[in-house]
C-alpha cells in the first residue's frame, strides 16, 4: 500500500516536472504548444534565443524584427513552417535556412526586401510555398535566387515594385504550379517577351494571376494587361538590318553629304557675289 500510495504522490509531481520543463523550454514571450512556438505580435526586434530545438512551426509574424542574425534559426532542423510576415526586413542573411532541410512553408510577406539575392534559400529543398508578396521595394530578383528548390509549387511575388523577371529564375522552379505576379509596375519592352512567353506556354498549367499584371511602361503599353501583348507587340524587337539596307544606308548618307557640301558651297558663292555687288554699288555712289 506504501508503495502504491508514494506512486499515486510520484505521479502529480512527474507531469509538474514535465510542465516545468516545457515551460523552461519556451522563449518568453513566446507561447508554446508542443512543436509550435507562436512568438506573434509581441514587438519583437529580434529572433528570440534558446527556441526549443523541436521546433515545428514557428511564428514571428506582426513584430519589428528589421534583421536576422546569422545561425539564429541554424538548429531548428525540424523547422517545416516559418513565419515572419509584417515585420521591418531589408534583407535575407546568406545561410538563413541552411539547416532547414524540412522547411515546406515560409511566409516573408509585408516586410522591406527589395532584392532576393542568389541562394538566399540553400538548403530548403523541401520547400514548397514562398511568400515575397507585399514587399513594396522588391525591385530586383536574382537569376539564382530559387536555385535549390526543386519542390517549390506556390510562389507570391505579387505587389512588390518588380519590372522585369529573369526566366533563369523561374526555370529552376520544375514544380512550380502556382505563380502570383499582380500588383507590380511591368515594363513591358522586348526584354520581357522571353518571360511572357514562358508565361503563356505555363499557364495552362501554372496557376498565375498574370491576368490582373499590367505593364507600367514603356508608355504606348501603360495600362494595358501583360498577357494582352501578342507577338505583333514585339515585332520591332526582331528587325535586323541585311547588307542591301547597309548599302542603301551608305548610299543615303553619301548623297546627302554631297548635298551638305553643294549647299554651302552655292550659299558661299551667292553670299561672295552679294558682297561684291553691295561694294560695287557702294563706289558707284561715291
Request: aromatic content about 4%; glycine content about 8%; some cysteine.
Amino acid at each position: 500500500l506504501s508503495a502504491a500510495a508514494g506512486a499515486m504522490l510520484l505521479g502529480p509531481l512527474l507531469v509538474a516536472v514535465a510542465v516545468a520543463a516545457v515551460a523552461l523550454g519556451c522563449p518568453a514571450p513566446c507561447r508554446c504548444h508542443g512543436q509550435a512556438v507562436d512568438c506573434s505580435g509581441q514587438r519583437l526586434a529580434a529572433v528570440p534565443p534558446e527556441l526549443p530545438l523541436d521546433t515545428g512551426n514557428l511564428s514571428l509574424a506582426h513584430n519589428r524584427i528589421a534583421s536576422i542574425a546569422p545561425g539564429s534559426l541554424a538548429c531548428l532542423a525540424e523547422l517545416r513552417v516559418l513565419d515572419l510576415r509584417n515585420n521591418s526586413l531589408a534583407e535575407l542573411p546568406a545561410g538563413l535556412l541552411g539547416a532547414a532541410a524540412r522547411l515546406a512553408h515560409l511566409d516573408l510577406s509585408y516586410n522591406n526586401l527589395s532584392h532576393v539575392a542568389a541562394d538566399a534559400f540553400a538548403g530548403a529543398r523541401a520547400l514548397l510555398r514562398l511568400d515575397l508578396s507585399h514587399n513594396a521595394a522588391l525591385r530586383g530578383v536574382h537569376p539564382r535566387a530559387f536555385r535549390g528548390l526543386p519542390q517549390l509549387r506556390e510562389l507570391d511575388l505579387s505587389h512588390g515594385a518588380l519590372g522585369a523577371l529573369s526566366l533563369e529564375a523561374l526555370e529552376a522552379l520544375p514544380g512550380l504550379v502556382s505563380l502570383r505576379i499582380g500588383g507590380n509596375p511591368w515594363v513591358c519592352g522586348c526584354a520581357v517577351e522571353p518571360f511572357l512567353k514562358w508565361l503563356r506556354n505555363r499557364v495552362q498549367r501554372c496557376s498565375s494571376d498574370s491576368q490582373t499584371a499590367e505593364c507600367r511602361a514603356p508608355p504606348e503599353v501603360a495600362g494595358a494587361p501583360l498577357l494582352s501583348l501578342t507577338d505583333e507587340s514585339f515585332q520591332a524587337c526582331h528587325l535586323t538590318l541585311t547588307l542591301d539596307d547597309y548599302l542603301f544606308i551608305a548610299f543615303v548618307g553619301f548623297v546627302v553629304s554631297i548635298a551638305s557640301v553643294a549647299t554651302n558651297f552655292l550659299l558661299g558663292v551667292t553670299a561672295n557675289c552679294c558682297h561684291r555687288w553691295s561694294k560695287a554699288s557702294e563706289d558707284e555712289e561715291v
